[in-house]
C-alpha cells in the first residue's frame, strides 16, 4: 500500500496525527504540501501577513520533523486540484488521507480533489473533536443555541488519548520522481518579519500548552477576561494550524486543571465545536447573517457599499464630509470616515483603539477586547460586521473562518445564539471592569499612558487640570470620540427594532 498524506495547513504537526500514523503502518508514505496559489501567491500572501508568517514557520518546523523520522515533506506549487491527481498518478498512490476541513472552500477543493482520483480519498475528522454537521436535536435539526448543544456534545462526545509522534516513518519510495521546491520565504514573498507575533511550529505550541495548564489555566475562570492581566492560553494560533491537535489540547486541560477553570476553558472548546459545526451545515454564513431577519440591515457602510461618487472618495480621503449635498452621500462618508478610525485605533475610546493596534501589530486581539471591539463597530458606528470580520480575517494570526464569522456574528446580534442585538457595550465601563489598572490601554495608546487610572478609559471625562499635568491635549495627541455613546447607542436601538419589526 502507497499512500500519500496531504498536509492541508490545519494539521503541521506530527503528535496525534491519526492520517500520518495510519499511513505508516501500512506501507510506503509520501508526505506532501501543496502551495496552492489560492494562499500562496504572492499578492494573496501579502493580504494575510501574520497568518502567512505563522504558517511558514510551522511549515519548516514540519519538514524538519519529517526529516529526522527518515522521510522528506515533499512541497508542490501548484493548483490543490490539479497537483494532486497529477502526483497520484505519477507517483502510483494507493491511497490519499488527510484531515478533513469545516471552512466551505476547504470542502469544495475536496470534492473537487476527489471527482478527479482514481484512488480512495480518507478525510479523517480532527480539526474538531466531533465531526461537524453530525449532532443534531431530537427533531433531526442542528442546534442553534449553545446550551443546547453543549450539552448534546458531551452525552456524545467519546474523546480518547491523543497518539504520540511516531519516531520513525518509512523513507520514501526510491522509484519517486520528486520535482520539489524549498518552502518560500517571507522576503519571497513581499512580506515583511514580524518580531511580534507569536513563534509558529509544534514545539513552540507544545510549550505554550504547557505554560498555560500549569500556570495562568488555574484562574482561567477568573481572569480570563482581564485585558491587563495574562490569564489566557494563547492557543488559538495552535488550534488554528494544527500544530497542536484539538485532542491534545482537550486532555491536557482535563488532566491538569480542575473545578471552574476546567470547565470554563472545556466550555470554550465546545464553543468552537459549536462554530465549526455550524458552518457545516450552514455555509452560506459566509455571506450571510445567520438570524435572516437581519438580512437587508440598514448599515451605514455596507459590504457592498461602492466608490462612491468623486466628491464622497475625496470627503472620505479628508475624513469628513461639509461639501457633499446629498443626506445619505454625506452619511456613507462619515461612516467612512468612522470605519478608517475604528481600523487605525484613534475613535477616542481607549480601549477600542488599543484592540485595534494590537490586532494590527501582533495579528492577536484578546477575547473580551474582540467583543468590545466589535460590538462598538457594528453597533455605535452601524457598519456592516462583515466589514470587520474581513478586517480581522486579513490581520489575525488564529484568523479562522468558522470562530471569526460566528463571533462577528455574536456580536452584532444575528449569528447563532447570539447576544441580544439590544446589548451594546459600553466601551468605558467595559474598559474600567477589564481592564482595571489601565495596563492594556497604556501599552496600545501610549499617547496618554500619564492619564490617571480615573480617566484613562475616558480621557474626554478629564479636567483641564489633569490633562495639562499629563502633557495631553484632546484633538492633537489623542482624538476626542468619533460619536457620543448614548446616542450612537439610541441611534442603534431605534434602526434594529425598525429594521426588525418589518
Known sequence: MRTLVWFRGKDLRVHDHAPLADAAGAGDVIPLFVL?????????????????????ESLRELEVSIAARGSRLLIVP????????????????????????????????????AERLRVPFDRYDGETLLAPGTLRSGSGTPYAVFTAFARAFHRAALIGSPVTALRKLPSLPRDLDANTVSVPTLEELGIAHNPQ????????????????????GRLYHERRDR???????????????????????????SRSLAGAARRAFLNELVWREFMHSTLVDRPDLMTKPFRTDFEGFPWRYSLDAGLGSRELRSAHREGSSPGIADPSLRREATAR????????????????????RQLLAEGFVHNRARMISASFLTKHLLIDYRRGEAHYMRYLTDGDWANNNGGWQWSAGCGADAQPYFRVFNPVT???????SGAYVR??????????????????????????????????HYPRPI???????????????SHLRR
Open 36 to 56: 496552492d496559489p489560492y494562499f500562496f501567491a504572492p499578492a494573496r500572501a501579502r493580504r494575510l501577513p501574520h497568518r502567512m508568517q505563522f504558517l511558514l
Open 78 to 113: 501548484g493548483r490543490s486540484v490539479a497537483v494532486v491527481p497529477r502526483l497520484v498518478r505519477a507517483w502510483r498512490v494507493d491511497r490519499v488521507v488527510g484531515y478533513a476541513w469545516a471552512a466551505p472552500v476547504g470542502r469544495e477543493r475536496d470534492r473537487r480533489v
Open 197 to 216: 507575533l507569536q513563534r509558529g511550529g509544534e514545539q513552540a505550541a507544545r510549550r505554550r500548552l504547557h505554560r498555560f495548564v500549569s500556570g495562568p
Open 227 to 253: 485585558m491587563d492581566e495574562d490569564g489566557t492560553s494563547r492557543l488559538s494560533c495552535d488550534l488554528k494550524f494544527g500544530t497542536l491537535s484539538i485532542r491534545t489540547v482537550w486532555s491536557a486541560v
Open 337 to 356: 470616515a468612522h470605519w478608517r478610525a475604528w481600523v487605525r485605533g484613534a475613535t477616542g475610546y481607549p480601549i477600542v483603539d488599543a484592540s485595534a
Open 430 to 436: 467595559q474598559g474600567v471592569k477589564f481592564d482595571a
Open 443 to 476: 501599552r496600545w495608546v501610549p499617547e496618554i499612558a500619564t492619564l490617571p487610572d480615573a480617566y484613562i478609559h475616558a480621557p474626554w471625562t478629564a479636567p483641564r487640570t489633569v490633562l495639562r499635568d499629563a502633557g495631553i491635549v484632546l484633538g492633537r
Open 483 to 497: 460619536v457620543d455613546h448614548q446616542s450612537a447607542r439610541e441611534r442603534f436601538l431605534e434602526t434594529a427594532a
